[in-house]
């Protein structure tokens, strides 16, 4: 199975800041990654898929790089509304494992 | 908008069984993979199982395989997990997800439920 692991696990910052989670994968997956946010007690949301891509209605303040084993997500100006839990998912091959997530928390 | 309802969850013993439905509308559901993934109590999420928009191919975690079964039914426009031999580990929050066609690949996911609460506890 394709390991996906995530850096930082928490990250504390200010409204405005400029905001970079890393992905990693075991093996490589070319740019079949997707990034989810999460609030808490509600679904995930598409944010990014095929790693660069942004999912229609998604602010531009979010951008995603990367290929093979190591992806990005960036957000350009954090928003109060951005305070939330991050995922990555690869669709490489299954099972379509998921990142074990950063958590993004008001500074 | 699409919509995707689950239900089904509830309060079940080890080894007990469960149902959950994906009740779909305001897409054509048949021209859609489908998945179902999970998240345990203040956990990440695990994907569960994808079935394709004509039900030819199903994929399970390895965690589930054997004991869980997908279908769905194209007519009705809904989704189902038949769930046996509950295990305590099982219990999450279950969502249905569909799932788009890019590139060459069929498996992202853009839409999701809202989720449906299974517990399984003695």
């Known amino acids: 199975d394709i390991q996906l692991t995530h850096s930082p696990s928490f990250l504390s910052a200010s409204v405005g800041d400029r905001v970079t989670i890393t992905c990693r994968a075991s093996?490589?997956?070319?740019?079949?990654l997707a990034w989810f946010q999460q609030e808490p007690g509600k679904a995930p949301k598409l944010l990014i898929y095929?790693?660069?891509t942004l999912q229609s209605g998604v602010p531009s303040r979010f951008s995603g790089s990367g290929s093979g084993t190591e992806f990005t997500l960036t957000i350009s100006s954090l928003q109060p509304e951005d305070f939330a839990t991050y995922f990555c998912?690869?669709?490489?091959?299954?099972?379509?494992?998921f990142g074990p997530g950063t958590k993004v928390d008001i500074k | 908008d699409v919509q995707l309802v689950e239900s089904g969850g509830g309060l079940v013993q080890p080894g007990e069984s469960l149902r959950l439905s994906c009740a779909t509308s305001?897409?054509?559901?048949?021209?859609?993979?489908m998945n179902w993934v999970r998240q345990g109590p203040g956990k990440g999420l695990e994907w569960v199982a994808y079935?394709?928009?004509?039900?030819?191919?199903?994929f399970y975690a390895d965690s589930v395989k054997g004991r869980f079964t997908l279908s769905r039914d194209n007519r009705k426009g809904s989704l189902y997990l038949q769930m046996n031999s509950l295990r305590a580990d099982d219990t999450a929050v279950y969502y249905c997800?569909?799932?788009?066609?890019?590139?060459?690949?069929?498996?992202?996911?853009?839409?999701w439920g809202q989720g449906t609460l299974v517990t399984v506890s003695s």
């Open positions: 997800a569909r799932s788009f066609f890019f590139a060459d690949t069929p498996y992202y996911s853009d839409y």
């Open positions: 305001e897409f054509t559901f048949s021209a859609y993979g």
């Open positions: 079935i394709s928009s004509g039900g030819r191919t199903i």
């Open positions: 093996q490589d997956i070319s740019s079949y």
């Open positions: 095929a790693a660069s």
């Open positions: 998912q690869q669709v490489k091959s299954y099972p379509f494992t």
